[in-house]
């Protein structure tokens, strides 16, 4: 792969850092007067999700990562990988370990578009969509009449997923949620 | 796709820019100091280590030169003090390659004065009396006065070493340690210029100015050295000017000594050609003046860009610029 200088860093470059893949999120230049150039640079580990601030000398470089973001329908789990389809009309697909699936286990639904990251053609990482539409399949009965305001109560969804619901909402209701903050926005 | 034709400053930030630099002439010219307007080619250009300088390849009653865009008008206003102009100032577009970033851009405007037989004290305040004129109705409490700190002081204070003296190994183990980097085939000056960047400016100026003076005789660059009191300790005279962890200013008690800027020059192109860096033509008409004699004096060269931003309370020198470099 190819190296890219400090010059070259710009947010969303993808980078070989200590072994694991990275996204440079932002590269400031910090040069005090007519002394010697450092960039500081915060990249995002694509592998743990965690923020790494590191410095370099100017004009160091760092390796290219073969990184790539596609987007892929889930198909299904066979308890140990779940598997997911590329959405360009090729029908290739990836299986994915729990690991790389992460919390995006609670928010799988057939059919469902996903963000995959793909390093050297392996999924380290699915991010769900924004809002996802989700059955609830189990939760309290609903209090007649109580459509307004004022408590709350777990529903259990389709997918796994715990979130809080207001009190008038039934069992068999397709809701729509939130998957960045797990919060309930409106019946779907 | 779009394209970014847009200006990076919004239309009401220039009319304050403008205001601002209207604010500036008034101050110098207050104060008998002559607004002067240098070329940004020259002949010779800065062979500063790390200084980066861009040329452009020119046509002139000599043939095909090349000619270097100035990384700041130092030279040029040199040769006019040794020519016998007194007290002059210029706001000037400078150039320094690969500089771009929030506090920095590709070209910028330095404003930059000589005070022929003024000391560095003086100068120190009236540096700081000309921040707080561009600041003073903006912030409703101006700065005031500078605190002085010394370098040496500051890494004591800061990092419990002495910069001066501490070995060159521990000294390169703390900064790797600090900045997460390897620096074990650095020079002194590195080392000292990382701490400085990651340790000790981003806290200068949060309570008013502050004024570094005393710096490592090695980071010199035009300035005189004296000894430091406390050891005998060769130091520059030159001073760094900061306000809100920004370094605004850079002030030198001015070499006049032309072997001395020629010993100078020609060990800069030395180091250059050790680091594989382009060697950069030494300004000889600069040598020439120097000989002739330039007044003793002090000067200081002061980010304009970055004092307006912090005047309009900005986050970058791009938002007070009607093109930063990226869409330039």
């Known amino acids: 792969m190819a190296n890219y200088s400090t010059n070259e860093f710009k947010g969303g470059l993808k980078v070989m850092l200590d072994g694991d893949p990275c996204s440079i999120v932002e590269n400031e230049l910090v040069k005090p007067g007519k002394g010697q150039a450092f960039n500081r640079v915060k990249l995002r580990n694509l592998m743990t999700g965690r923020v790494w601030e590191r410095t370099f000398k100017s004009g160091d470089s760092l390796e290219a990562a073969d990184v790539l973001e596609l987007e892929m329908e889930y198909l299904y789990t066979d308890g140990d990988m779940w598997y997911f389809m590329k959405t360009d009309g090729s029908f290739e697909q990836y299986a994915v370990e729990k690991k790389a699936l992460g919390d995006t286990e609670k928010w799988l639904k057939e059919q469902v578009p996903y963000t995959v990251t793909l390093w050297n053609d392996n999924v380290i990482n699915v991010s769900p969509p924004n809002f996802i539409e ?53 019946r779907a | ?85 007194g007290p002059i100032f210029q706001l000037a577009r400078s150039f320094r390659d690969g500089e771009v970033g929030r506090r920095h851009n590709l070209e910028f405007t330095m404003l930059e004065w000589y005070r022929p037989g003024l000391g560095l004290d003086a100068l120190i305040e009236e540096t700081a009396a000309l921040v707080n004129t561009v600041l003073g109705q903006e912030l409703g409490d101006k700065p005031g006065p500078p605190q002085r700190r010394r370098y040496r002081e500051l890494f004591r204070q800061t990092l419990a070493i002495d910069p001066f003296t501490l070995p060159l190994d521990a000294l390169r183990r703390l900064a790797g340690q600090r900045g997460g980097l390897d620096m074990t085939d650095s020079d002194r000056d590195a080392c000292l210029d990382l701490l400085m960047s990651l340790e000790i400016e981003p806290h200068l100026g949060r309570d008013g100015l502050e004024v570094v003076v005393d710096y490592p005789a090695s980071q010199a660059a035009l300035a005189r050295h004296h000894r430091d009191p406390e050891d005998g300790a060769r130091v520059a005279s030159r001073f760094e000017l900061y306000f809100e962890g920004l370094e605004l200013a850079n002030g030198y008690d001015e070499l006049t000594d032309a072997d001395e800027q020629a010993a100078r020059f ?11 860096l382009p060697e950069v033509d030494v300004d000889a008409r600069l040598l020439a003046a120097l000989v002739h004699g330039m007044p003793e004096g002090s000067g200081v060269a002061l980010g304009l860009d970055r004092l307006i931003q912090l005047a309009l309370g900005k986050q970058s020198v791009a938002e007070v610029m009607a093109f930063a470099t990226p869409r330039c």
């Open chain 2, 266 to 276: 020609e060990q800069d192109n030395a180091d250059r050609r050790a680091a594989r």
């Open chain 1, 134 to 186: 989700l059955q609830v399949t189990e939760t309290d009965p609903g209090l007649k009449g109580d459509t307004a305001q004022g408590g709350s109560k777990p529903a259990v969804l389709s997918s796994g997923a715990v979130v809080k619901v207001p009190l008038f909402i039934e069992e068999g209701e397709v809701l729509k949620v939130d998957t960045r903050t797990g919060e309930y926005v409106s």
């Open chain 2, 1 to 85: 796709m779009e394209v970014d034709w847009q200006p990076t400053a919004d239309i009401a930030t220039l009319r304050e820019r403008a205001r601002l630099l209207a604010r500036v002439r008034a101050f110098f010219s207050d104060r008998g100091v002559l607004e002067v307007d240098t070329p940004v080619l020259g002949h010779g250009g800065s062979t500063e280590m790390h200084l980066a300088s861009l040329f452009a390849e020119a046509t002139t009653p000599a043939g095909h030169e090349r000619l270097w865009l100035q990384t700041s008008p130092e030279f040029h206003m040199k040769r006019l003090l040794a020519a016998g102009s």
